[in-house]
């Protein structure tokens, strides 16, 4: 049976292709679902534009749209391992992580809900007697997200969160190869009691769905979150229809491990930091510089602990690493461990794509760790979104720096210290949107999340995460019986 999709606020079939859902473990077949067309769009769109202008949305008061969201959280966390297990078909990843990334979408739901009921307009600083102003946010009506198969559920949710908080609608399409969490959400609004209209899910490809959704007229903010030539495409979509946009795209993140470091817990720290999500994440602890009074010592314990990982099937317990999403990317990783062959980086261990037992009929690819590279390696440089670790050894901390910052990347990064004066300094001069000390890959909805350089534009998460989809109106307020003068 080919599932129906939710457009305009409706479930009905898609005039796209069917598109297949396969489970990366074994290719087995989890759902055929319609797609939209480019059809299927302009009416969500247009169903989007009559919905958020209605007065029974566009004039809700804060809290009523809070309602919805904390209803929703409510509804996600009822059915937490229901929805981990069908993000796990749908990406791969083990269930230890699914359920974390479930829990994190109800925690933005609820976060969002809190902070549209809380967050206040502003009485002006008053710069003359006989006017007073005020500033107030409004919604700025259709917006299109777009999200990646990674992290679907925590991706979409802070995307449609923050939006309908802002009282606007949503166009969510979501990854091809990852639709049906966003199609669960649906639901989940849908049981919330979130009007028709103001949200649609829209799987397809993005050639097609992606670009009509972007392009629309109506269409006034684009929010995005994968690679960065896409972003870049989108950049210059909203730069000519002159709107805005937020873009979370690639990384390259430098983790730094400094000679007073705590051994045991840098170690276990980069080893999460870079091979949980089988180094398929943005924010994965890519490169590594070691300081080389240390280096030996924490290479042998890093080594061991990398080799303990289990990689595994994503529904058993204990499974630390699953399958990477798809064959064809098995093969982009595998391409570039190659590459570093070919530019003199050994591989420490991993390496080779895993193939036997249950595991061959999936696309599983091992911990792998490669040395005796400098940073200007392709390897260092492009981002592979897989589980592939490249050490450089440093001595001295200017270069340190210098190396870290030798990128067209700039999204996060990671400082491995006892000394908490030293390692703030250094987490000020790293050039990335996100610095972890002591830790690494731990999220609060709370703290503002994004790039520099080519890593992407603007914020989401935050309290000025819902404002992120809104726009600024002052308003001026006569005091004054006298006329403007000139009228006088």
Not at 118 to 125: F, G, I, K, V
Not at 167 to 195: I, M, Q
Not at 322 to 345: F, K, M, N, T, W
Not at 436 to 441: A, C, H, L, R, V
Request: charged letters at 20%.
């Amino acid at each position: 049976m080919v599932r129906p999709i939710f457009i305009g606020g409706e479930w009905r079939q898609g005039r796209g292709p069917i598109s297949v859902s396969r489970f990366p473990a074994d290719g087995s077949v989890n759902a055929e679902l319609s797609t939209a067309s480019r059809e299927d769009v302009e009416e969500a769109v247009q169903a989007a534009e009559r919905a958020w202008r209605a007065p029974s949305w566009r004039q809700a008061l804060p809290h009523q749209r809070a309602a919805i969201l904390y209803k929703v959280a409510d509804l996600i966390e009822a059915r937490l391992e229901q929805l981990a297990a069908l993000q796990t078909r749908d990406n791969g990843k083990p269930l230890a992580e699914t359920r974390g990334l479930v829990a994190s979408a109800a925690g933005t739901a609820r976060y969002f809900a809190a902070a549209c009921e809380t967050l206040d307009e502003q009485l002006t600083s008053q710069r003359a007697a006989d006017f007073m102003t005020l500033s107030v946010h409004e919604p700025i009506g259709v917006v299109a997200a777009i999200t990646p198969w990674n992290s679907p559920i925590a991706s979409e949710m802070q995307k449609i969160a923050p939006a309908l908080a802002g009282g606007n609608a949503v166009l969510l399409k979501p990854a091809d190869a990852t639709p049906l969490a966003a199609l669960e959400l649906a639901r989940l609004f849908e049981e919330a009691g979130l009007p028709k209209g103001l949200l649609s899910i829209l799987p397809g490809r993005g050639s097609v769905v992606g670009d009509a959704l972007v392009r629309h007229p109506l269409v006034r903010k684009i929010s995005f979150t994968g690679g960065t030539n896409t972003g870049r495409s989108l950049a210059h979509i909203a730069a000519d229809k002159l709107i805005p946009t937020s873009l979370e795209l690639g990384g390259k993140s430098p983790t730094i491990v400094l000679e007073d470091a705590d051994i045991e817990l840098a170690a276990k720290g980069v080893v999460y930091g870079i091979f949980s999500s089988a180094g398929q994440a943005c924010i994965a602890g890519s490169r590594l510089f070691v300081h080389g009074a240390v280096y030996e010592r924490f290479m042998e314990r890093l080594l061991t602990l990398t080799r303990e990982l289990r990689v595994g099937h994503p529904e058993q317990d204990g499974t630390h690493m699953g399958p990477l999403i798809s064959e064809a990317h098995l093969q982009s990783v595998a391409d570039y461990v190659a590459l570093a062959r070919e530019e003199g980086g050994e591989v420490l261990c991993g390496g080779e794509r895993l193939s036997e037992g249950t595991l061959a009929n999936g696309s599983f690819y091992p911990p792998t760790i490669i040395t005796g590279l400098n940073n200007g390696a392709r390897v260092c440089q492009e981002e592979i979104f897989g589980p592939v670790l490249v050490v450089i050894r440093f001595e001295d901390e200017a270069d340190l720096l210098g190396q870290a910052n030798d990128s067209i990347f700039g999204l996060a990064a990671g400082i491995w210290s006892e000394d908490f004066r030293r390692a703030w300094r250094l987490a000020r001069r790293l050039e990335c949107g996100t610095v972890w000390i002591n830790t690494y890959k731990k999220f609060s909805v709370s703290a503002p999340f994004g790039g520099y350089k080519e890593s992407g534009l603007g914020r989401e998460k935050g309290r000025e995460g819902v404002l992120a989809y809104m726009q600024q109106k002052s308003i001026y307020v006569g005091l004054s019986d006298t006329p403007n003068p000139w009228c006088c």
